[in-house]
């Protein structure tokens, strides 16, 4: 196990009003991630609406869709970090931008034909699914090529905060436009973004710099391992990416049956079920905004721990929801645990870009987020077991009190014994 150097990791306080959103292609980048996630929060809600009002699914079948868009995770993430560690990125997310595109404008010409099925949806979740994989895990490694090492937290920042408000408005949207046109329709929405997105990236003038010509001394297989031996070996990364398993269990689990217990269980409308998600989705706002002013007053480490430990509980709130003001309880423990949530998210992909050697960014990536997404499929499914076999306010309760104790894994680590959360490991270079 490598030493650990104490030199805090500090995010930078932007130069000039406004900051990055002066960096022309950061800019861009932002308008387009921007875009792509507004109208992903769209599809969050309207696919699973699809299923229930159109195609009459069961609680497991809607469960079963998002575990088909995070299974890709378990089953390609390692090799797409390697790969990714090899490939020029913005090519890749080009074609990922694409892929994307076409798959989500198959589900309203497929309903239009009268053709849709449970086996369709099913398919462009899990196409969509793997898109996302290789678009995440360059992105990952693309952004702080694009900017300085000290704008990286900055950036970071704004770009969880406007992801954030994306999931205020996406919701609404969904509800909105499958109030009037149907939920299908509401997916044309994310197969635009998409498009948005590809054409923000073909504008950026940053060129990565050239990559050698691959001389591979080392199999795919070697490569991989070299990125799971740096997280496994590091305290920090390794209790990370434990608790990210662990809270992404339950925040998917309940995430994949409060659809259908706010529709069938509560009562609510499809443009009701918007709403909700969208005001929920303003706590993500605020953790994301407030992030980077945390860390620098009261330390990385400690900022960490109060937002994941403290906001977690509140999730016990959502299994009282009733009809009428009742609804409020839901808004108010969504509220907490995504400002909590998104807080975290924050500082941890700035650490992990920061802290890890750029040459295993993509390696080091995917090693992390093959446990803490590996195990949304599993979340997935075990809310839909749950609710199928017990109902889905019980479901609620048992998904929900998990989801409270997930924080003390953190307290395991050396996150608890310091104020900021270091630099790099002391047995790497400082980073170019």
């Not at 595109?101 to 849709?116: Q, T």
């Not at 809270?247 to 309940?254: C, E, K, P, Q, R």
């Not at 620098?296 to 959502?318: M, T």
Request: aromatic share 8%.
């Amino acid at each position: 196990m490598s030493a650990i150097e104490t030199v805090p990791y500090v995010p930078a306080v932007a130069r000039r009003r406004g900051g990055l959103f002066w960096h022309r292609d950061f800019r861009l980048l932002w308008i387009g991630q921007t875009t792509s996630k507004m109208g992903s929060s769209v599809t969050s809600v309207a696919l699973p609406l699809v299923a229930v009002a159109t195609l009459d699914a069961s609680t497991f079948q809607v469960a079963l869709l998002l575990a088909a868009a995070w299974l890709p995770w378990l089953l390609i993430g390692l090799p797409a970090g390697a790969w990714v560690d090899r490939w020029a990125r913005r090519p890749v997310m080009l074609t990922c931008d694409l892929a994307s595109l076409l798959l989500f404008l198959s589900v309203p010409v497929a309903a239009w034909l009268d053709r849709l099925t449970m086996g369709h949806l099913l398919a462009v979740a899990l196409g969509a699914g793997t898109a996302s994989v290789f678009f995440q895990t360059a992105y990952q490694v693309y952004l702080p090529s694009l900017l300085e090492r000290d704008q990286v937290a900055e950036g970071n920042a704004k770009m969880q905060a406007t992801e954030a408000a994306a999931q205020v408005g996406g919701p609404g949207v969904a509800g909105l436009i499958t109030q009037l046109a149907g939920a299908v329709n509401a997916l044309l929405v994310d197969a635009v973004s998409f498009l948005v997105s590809a054409l923000c990236l073909l504008s950026i003038r940053t060129r990565e710099p050239r990559r050698q010509p691959a001389q591979h001394d080392t199999t795919l297989r070697q490569e991989i391992g070299e990125g799971l031996r740096f997280v496994a070996r590091d305290p920090y990364l390794r209790v990370l990416t434990v608790f990210s398993g662990f809270s992404n269990i339950g925040l998917i689990g309940y995430q994949s049956i409060l659809v259908v217990f706010l529709v069938r269980e509560v009562g609510v409308s499809p443009f009701a079920v918007g709403v909700l998600a969208a005001a929920t989705s303003l706590g993500g706002v605020l953790g994301a905004t407030s992030a980077v002013g945390l860390a620098r007053r009261f330390g990385s480490a400690r900022s960490l721990l109060v937002a994941e430990i403290g906001a977690a509980p509140f999730a016990l709130l959502i299994p009282l929801t009733t009809p009428g003001t009742g609804l409020a309880l839901t808004i108010a423990g969504g509220f907490v645990v995504g400002a909590g949530t998104a807080v975290g998210n924050v500082l941890k992909g700035t650490f992990r870009q920061t802290y890890s050697p750029h040459q295993l960014l993509g390696r080091v990536t995917v090693s992390m987020q093959l446990i803490s997404y590996g195990t949304i499929p599993l979340g997935a499914l075990l809310g839909g077991t749950l609710g199928t076999a017990l109902g889905l306010r019980p479901a609620m309760w048992i998904i929900m009190a998990g989801l409270a104790l997930t924080g003390l894994i953190l307290l395991l680590g050396p996150l608890s014994r310091n104020r900021d959360l270091p630099v790099r490991p002391a047995a790497w270079p400082v980073p170019g």
